[in-house]
């Protein structure tokens, strides 16, 4: 059964690093790993996206371990503005039939 | 210049009675999607056009149509609604259509059914 599966909350407080993890043991081969931010009453919001290794944007950070079974979000110094709902998105092989499946979303809240 | 605009934001309506949700996207994107945001937050997609062509139909009640007259557009008609559509529904766009860049997601729209 294709799953992403990710924490359900995290707290964490201002000036601190928050890694969020992805478990995605069935990715496709040629899938990227791709994490979203959502506040309330909004639309999710592209964070970044990778495929192995490390990826590194203004924002945050995505590492890929070798096998690509997982992946981790890194936030560096989070603010009461990242509290937020932090999804990670991956494609899946199933039968020839490719599926893309959200993770069910960590609800993160930054304390001051 | 909203990218991904969707109408109405909230709606709300009796049983039984048929709705509409209306979707633009000015990014120039091939690809439009319908997804449903439960109360849990859970993200499902329902449907995928690409080019005006449908290319995902997820396990969705026939009670839901969607119809893309352009590229450009997506709207999602629903009859004989039923207490358990309630939920936010969210229009998105991409350039392309497997998960290679980003989604762009509109505000969404907030069904209440009664």
């Known amino acids: 059964l294709a799953k992403t599966t990710q924490p359900i909350s995290m707290d964490s407080y201002e000036g601190q690093e928050v890694n969020i993890t992805c478990s995605h043991n069935?990715?496709?081969?040629?899938?990227?790993i791709t994490w979203y931010q959502q506040f309330p009453s909004q639309g999710p919001r592209f964070i970044i996206q990778?495929?192995?290794?490390?990826v590194t944007n203004e924002v945050a950070s995505l590492f890929i371990p070798a096998d690509r079974k997982s992946s981790t979000l890194s936030l560096p110094r989070v603010s009461l503005s990242d509290t937020a709902v932090y999804y990670c998105?991956?494609?899946?092989?199933?039968?020839?039939?490719?599926?893309?499946?959200w993770g069910a979303g960590t609800k993160l809240i930054i304390k001051p | 210049d909203t990218a991904v605009s969707q109408t109405p934001k909230y709606l709300v309506t009796q049983m039984g009675n048929d709705k509409s949700i209306k979707c633009e996207q000015n990014?120039?994107?091939?690809?439009m999607y319908w997804y449903k945001q439960d109360s849990k937050k859970f993200l499902k997609i329902m449907f995928s056009?690409?080019?005006?062509?449908?290319?995902i139909n997820e396990t969705v009640p026939n009670r839901f149509s969607p119809k893309s007259p352009d590229k450009a557009h997506l709207n999602l008609h629903i009859n004989s609604l039923e207490l358990g559509d309630s939920a936010v529904y969210f229009c998105?766009?991409?350039?392309?259509?497997?998960?290679?860049?980003?989604?762009?997601f509109g505000e969404g729209s907030r069904l209440t059914v009664l």
């Open positions: 998105l991956v494609g899946w092989d199933m039968d020839s039939n490719y599926q893309l499946i």
């Open positions: 069935n990715i496709a081969t040629n899938d990227y």
């Open positions: 990778g495929y192995k290794t490390k």
């Open positions: 990014l120039g994107h091939d690809t």
């Open positions: 056009y690409n080019n005006k062509e449908l290319i």
């Open positions: 998105a766009s991409s350039l392309y259509r497997d998960n290679t860049g980003e989604l762009f």
